[in-house]
Each structure stands twice: as C-alpha cells, then as structure tokens.
C-alpha cells in the first residue's frame, strides 16, 4: 500500500479525511510541524508528502527545501490558504508536484494521489484502451485509401497511436500495432506505385520537394516578413512530433502541414530540388555545374545556397539580402550561434542542419547508436534529448527574439528496412541501398516500384535505356555476392531514397515568436 507523509500544524482536524483515504488503500504517517517531519521524512521513504504551507515554526517553503534536499524524487503536494502569486511561484519553482488550496475535500486528495502514484498507469490503461476501440476501424479505412490527402490524415493517426501506446507497458498490443503499420505501408507503397508518375501530369497532387519554398517560404518573404529557413535534414513527421511540445514553449505555431518529398528520396535529389525549385532533371540542365552524380568527386550537394538564390531570383525576389550556412558537425553548429548576430540584418536566413541523418548513418556503423536507437520509439526519444539541449534549438530562439518568421521542415524521411531484395547490375550502378539507377538490372520487381521513363518524373539518366527502381516498404536493396554478410549488417537501420510512410509523407511548420 501507498505510504504517504501528512505534515499540518492541524492535523487533527483532518481525520475523516485520513480514514476515507486509508478506505481507499492508501496508508498516512503524521506530523504536526516542519521539524518533525524533516526527521521522519529523513528516515523513512514516502511515495508523497502532503505539505502545509502555513505553520508555525519552519513554513511549509522551509520544510519544501530541505525535503528537496533528502529526496528530490518524491512527489510533494503544496496545501495553502493562500493564493498569493508570489507563493505559488516559490512552490511551483521548488518543483512540487501539484498544489490544492485549503479547505480541501478527501476526493481532491484522492484524485491528487491516483494523478501522482498511478497517472502513469492510468495513461497507459487509456490508451490500450483506446488502441484496441479503433483497431478495426483503422483495420478496414487503410483498404479504402485512395488519395494522398487520406494517406497522410491516416499516417498521422497511427503516429499518435504509436506515440500513446509507448506509454503503455502492453508490449502485445504494441506487436500489434507494428504490424498494422507495416501492412499500411506495404499499401501505400502500392498507392505510390500507381499515382506517383500521374502527379507530374496533372495538378491534382501533394506539394512535392521543388514546390515548398514558391508556395511557403516565398510568399512570406514577399510579405515583408524577415524569414529564418531551416531544413534539418531526414526530419520524420513523427520526430517532428516529440519536437514539438518543446518547440511549442518558444513559439506559436502558425501553422504546420505535410508535403511529399520527391523521388528518390535522398538528398541528393530531394534536397536540391528543394532549394532549386526544380526537379533534378532540370537542375543539371539549366546549371549543369551545380548537379553533380554519385560517381563524382565532391559533396552531391555543395551548391544549394547557390541554387536557393537563383530560385529566389525567379520568384522576384532577387534584391533581398540572403544568408544561407550548412552545419554538419557540432563544432560547425557553435561556430554558427557564436557569429549568428551577423545574421540579424538579414531578409532572408537559409539553414541546413544535418544532425538527424548524421545519426540514422551512425546508427548503421556505430554499434553503441545501434543500442541507443534500438527502434523506432528509440530514435524519437534519441532526437528529441539531442534538440532539447542543441545549438539548434538556441538558433530558433534567436531566430524568434530578432523577429523572424520560422519555416522549419526536411528533405525527405527514413524508414528502418528489416527485408533484402537481390538485384545485379554494372559496375556504374547506384550504392543506394533504397534506390537504383543503372541499365541492364536484374531485380524482384514485386519489391521495387520501377520507372522505364525518368524523364517524366523528372529524374536524369545517364543512357538512354536507364531506369531508376524504388526499394518499397520495408525492403533493401543487396547483390547476390557476398548476399548474407550484406544483409545482416544493413538488416535493421535506417535508409531512405525509396518508398514508405515513414520517407515521402514530410512536414513543414510556421513558427512565430511569442
């Protein structure tokens, strides 16, 4: 049973409540004054302390501290008389777990206790609950799919599902959910299969990468408005998620939508394109210098600030005074916060932050990241501690305290591949591990979504009878030599360039300051 450390100078009158409580499971130890309950708080572990905030002798802050001291993890519940500001920003400041103010009622203090000793539990027991209710409605709607607007809305249900259910210690019902998710995907990379080369011949289809910065980003520059771009590269919506409440201290979210990133969804290609405003057909025909192919010397994305000035060129907006800076390291990083006032005059502030794919490429080669990212709950909880203290999340406030309007997004997702699909080609063949571009392949075409005319979806080839083919789901791309060595090392880690859920369905965010 719960015991509970009760300490008010009146505790006598309080003992209908004590034996309502103790009805209700719950055990009491007593005291009358700060002194007394210090020695017993010293000596005994409590699961929570009731504490008064007016008695005579040592005050209820006095007594607040010093518990604080013995056992900072014990919950502690502040009761006072007295709503003054002040105290409640002392209390509140001394990290109590809740406050009620006096007279209390036994039914406050029980449900401050089932919220303190079993809100965990309780949590977990509603969204199990909740998970099994819509599990066949979630069941038959992802057979009913048929647009890329209901794809994304049902993406985002089964994110806040999973989000919940890792609250829950129902490792069962969460096998169940995995599953679900991968028969979805294994749905929407049919969906994909079927309308993806359809979108470049019609209007009828998500924003796609070259689109993002005409139809957010510009109009917002157009408006006047100063604008601090950030694209944090391999951004999933569902790390964007766990983001967010702590965005959410710093700013207002004007708003926050999905777009598609373009095939392959890698940064070479949805990358730039996204800062062109080009597909990467056009990138390296109109700035063949600036395109650059896998097999060449050089970073495949070394002139994007370059291309975002010419794309802002053609959205007329030319005249405006740009900064644009790649960080990819954390020396990088501080050396960017250490000058950014140099940004302050700016119109424009484009920034490339490339932390998240630098950990889902260690993950794969660093065995101790493999452990810290285990799955996919880990990898969000994993990305959320590194922006929560990260020199990114510094940039953003900066960015809010000088009045810039924040446009946050990605180049494209990750999908963690646990299939291998064989395929052979020349030796001029793509590394990719999601994608492949090459003629002459041979390949499980029931596990790629294949496309004979690159030109149509905007891709470049190199000869004529070039193809690209699209990893889907969950599935990886591996050569016959060598096949099982290859496929246990890759089995398991992150990789994008292909087609999933988890790669193409993106988000992008408004941010104001407060």
Not at 238 to 266: C, H, N, R, T
Not at 312 to 326: D, E, H, P, W
Not at 428 to 452: E, I, P, W
């Amino acid at each position: 049973m719960p015991n509970i450390l009760w300490v008010d100078d009146e505790i006598h009158m309080l003992k209908g409540h004590l034996l309502f409580l103790e009805g209700k499971g719950y055990t009491f130890q007593t005291c009358n004054n700060g002194s007394d309950a210090i020695e017993l708080f010293d000596n005994t572990a409590f699961d929570a302390v009731f504490l008064d905030e007016n008695m005579p002798g040592l005050s209820g802050l006095d007594v607040l501290e010093e518990m604080k001291t013995i056992r900072p993890e014990t919950p502690i519940v502040m009761i006072t008389k007295s709503e003054e500001e002040q105290i409640m920003e002392m209390a509140i400041g001394s990290k109590i777990a809740d406050y009620l103010i006096k007279p209390v009622n036994p039914n406050q203090v029980l449900l401050c206790l089932k919220k303190l000793l079993k809100g965990k539990e309780l949590v977990s027991q509603k969204a199990t609950r909740g998970y099994q209710q819509v599990f066949g409605k979630l069941t038959m709607e992802m057979q009913q799919l048929e647009t890329w607007q209901e794809w994304s809305d049902f993406y985002r249900e089964l994110l806040k599902w999973e989000l919940e259910l890792e609250k829950s210690a129902e490792e069962g019902l969460k096998s169940v959910l995995a599953t679900q998710k991968s028969e979805a995907n294994e749905l929407f990379s049919r969906f994909i299969s079927n309308h993806y080369e359809r979108w470049f011949e019609s209007n009828e289809r998500p924003m796609l990468s070259h689109e993002v910065v005409g139809k957010i980003v510009g109009p917002k520059i157009r408006a006047g408005e100063k604008v601090f771009f950030v694209m944090v590269d391999n951004l999933r919506l569902d790390q964007w998620m766990v983001m967010k409440p702590m965005i959410a201290e710093d700013f207002k979210i004007k708003s926050e939508g999905i777009y598609s990133s373009i095939l392959p969804s890698a940064t070479q290609y949805a990358r730039n394109a996204l800062f062109a405003g080009m597909l990467p057909l056009e990138i390296k025909k109109k700035f063949p210098n600036y395109w650059k192919e896998e097999h060449e010397e050089g970073s495949l994305n070394e002139f994007e600030g370059e291309l975002f000035e010419e794309q802002l060129k053609r959205l007329g907006l030319g005249s405006k005074n740009v900064k644009y800076t790649k960080v990819t390291n954390i020396r990088w990083a501080n050396k960017f916060i250490a000058n950014i006032h140099q940004n302050k005059e700016a119109d424009v502030v484009a920034l490339v932050y490339n932390f998240v794919d630098a950990l889902s490429h260690a993950r794969t080669d660093v065995e101790v990241i493999r452990e810290l990212a285990s799955d996919d709950n880990a990898y969000r909880r994993l990305t959320a501690t590194w922006f929560e203290g990260s020199p990114l999340r510094k940039a953003l406030k900066w960015a809010a305290e000088n009045g810039f309007k924040v446009v946050l997004t990605t180049d494209h997702g990750t999908v963690n591949v646990n299939k291998a699909s064989k395929v052979v080609g020349t030796r001029d063949l793509t590394t990719n591990l999601r994608f492949k571009n090459g003629n002459g392949m041979s390949y499980q075409g029931k596990h790629s979504f294949v496309v004979k005319k690159p030109e149509q979806i905007g891709l470049p080839k190199h000869h004529i009878v070039d193809e690209y083919i699209f990893a889907l789901s969950d599935y990886f791309y591996a050569y016959p030599n060598n096949f099982n060595h290859y496929v246990n090392y890759y089995r398991n880690t992150y990789q994008h360039g292909g087609v999933s859920l988890e790669e193409l369905i993106i988000p992008y965010v408004v941010l104001e300051g407060k």
